[in-house]
């Protein structure tokens, strides 16, 4: 049976010209590079487009992978990545990037959802370069709130035996435990080679890219020997990974044998990439190929283990049958896609506009900014016009009195919503009584 694995921070005029060179320009899908290519990407199991959508490269035609990436480029991709709006308030809040900087309005957004700090100071220290740890535990910061966990609920043991796996986890920050351990388990991070973490090295423009990615992308279902003969559903989006072990050195690996019908069905994302279980030469460990379902319909994925070389039967073969689905039946979960700013609320001592509160449906979760935090919580909507909210977990930076007041409130009125309302003025929830509790206007996308 399929598994989905779920629980498991990033100058002025004189150097204007400088920053049309450190991929400032909006990111192109399928733009191509000639010093990266898909065989290369791959490796991280991510692709080529993907890479696109966060960073469109240099001007010479070059996307430098493995050049070590800036705070401020950085915040850029994050930003993109994650949707973020950009910022640009009136008062910079750091003294070293002001407005006239191109990557203010990505460093205001970051900052603003919580994601980074600056250095101290009230310094941002933009053009420093970022180690791999601190790169992680951004990405980890969102991606928990995102998929409505709390770091805090990892334990020291579980920390302890995730981190374990690498010959260097012990070496993590200890601050930064909780988010290497959360990304590790939830295949944002792989480690090098040799079963490494390097926390303190500097992050590359690759690696940033490659979990920025893997990040965003749903939660995927893995299979590995065991699932061999099985039938899988899916969604169309969904991300299928199948894990299988073999060794390299042998001379064997792991090759995919899929029609052209099954390809457009399920279509081939990232890798192989291999990951030995040991740095000893002539280990074993476990090749991966990441999946994308593109499209309804039944697909055969069929992948073989042999020496290419070799015109002999395959060593082992693993088969599995996906089928794959529209989606949910329309009207279930009626509120995805839609973004809302709140405009209104029966709390007196406060008045809803004075505060940034947003509510963006997505994927059967609703998340946002709450005043000062981040926020995300499982939902339900009907077309009968049914609503609930599961528990919510958010960041947990500190801020202006009134906006942790107002932020306390609006989750408080969010969990007593048991109904909704959608017309032209917008989106209200109501309360088990029917009396009006919060009323939100529609955002730009």
């Not at 960073?55 to 705070?71: A, K, L, N, V, Y």
């Not at 003294?95 to 990557?103: C, E, F, G, I």
């Not at 100071?121 to 790169?135: H, K, N, V, W, Y």
């Not at 295949?187 to 079963?195: A, F, H, S, W």
């Amino acid at each position: 049976m399929a598994k989905r694995y779920a629980g498991t921070i990033v100058i002025v005029i004189l150097l204007a010209a400088f920053a049309l060179c450190v991929g400032l320009a909006s990111p192109a899908s399928a733009a191509r590079w000639n010093d990266l290519d898909e065989a290369t990407v791959g490796l991280y199991g991510v692709s080529l487009d993907g890479v696109s959508r966060l960073s469109s490269g240099f001007p010479d035609e070059t996307w430098r992978p493995w050049q070590s990436i800036s705070r401020a480029q950085f915040a850029k991709m994050a930003a993109t990545a994650f949707a973020l709006e950009p910022a640009a308030p009136e008062r910079p809040t750091f003294s070293d990037v002001d407005a006239a900087d191109d990557y203010y309005p990505y460093i205001e957004a970051v900052s603003s959802a919580g994601l980074v700090k600056g250095v101290g100071g009230s310094r941002f220290d933009p053009m420093a370069t970022l180690t791999r740890e601190q790169a992680v535990a951004v990405v980890a910061r969102h991606t928990a709130v995102d998929r409505g966990y709390d770091l805090a609920g990892l334990s020291e043991e579980e920390i302890s035996v995730v981190l374990g796996g690498f010959r260097d986890g012990t070496s993590v920050s200890p601050g930064l435990r909780a988010e290497l351990a959360f990304a590790v388990a939830n295949g944002i991070v792989l480690g090098t080679g040799d079963r490494c973490l390097v926390p303190q090295s500097p992050m590359t423009r690759i690696g940033a890219a490659a979990i920025l990615i893997r990040a965003t992308q749903p939660t995927p279902y893995v299979l590995d020997e065991n699932d061999d003969g099985a039938t899988v559903t899916l969604e169309v989006g969904d991300i299928l990974k199948v894990a299988l072990r073999g060794n390299p050195t042998t001379g064997y690996s792991w090759t995919v044998t899929q029609s052209d019908e099954a390809a457009a069905i399920l279509e081939s994302v990232g890798g192989p990439y291999y990951v030995p279980d040991t740095g000893l030469i002539g280990s074993g460990g476990v090749f991966t190929f990441v999946f994308k379902a593109v499209s309804p319909g039944e697909a055969t994925l069929s992948l073989a283990y042999s020496r290419p070389w070799e015109d002999v039967p395959p060593s082992e073969t693993f088969s599995v049958t996906v089928l794959v689905q529209a989606g949910p039946v329309d009207g279930a979960i009626v509120l995805d896609g839609t973004s809302w700013r709140l405009q209104a609320w029966p709390v007196s001592a406060l008045d809803a506009r004075d505060f940034e509160i947003t509510a963006s449906f997505e994927d059967g979760r609703v998340g946002g900014k709450a005043a000062v935090n981040l926020y995300s919580a499982p939902y339900t909507a009907d077309a009968g016009g049914a609503f609930g909210v599961g528990e919510i977990v958010s960041t947990k930076m500190a801020g202006p009195e009134a906006a942790m007041r107002a932020e306390s409130w609006y989750f408080e009125l969010l969990r007593q919503a048991c109904s909704y309302r959608l017309d032209a003025d917008g989106l209200t929830l109501f309360g088990e009584d029917g009396a009006e509790l919060l009323r939100f206007v529609a955002t730009a996308e």
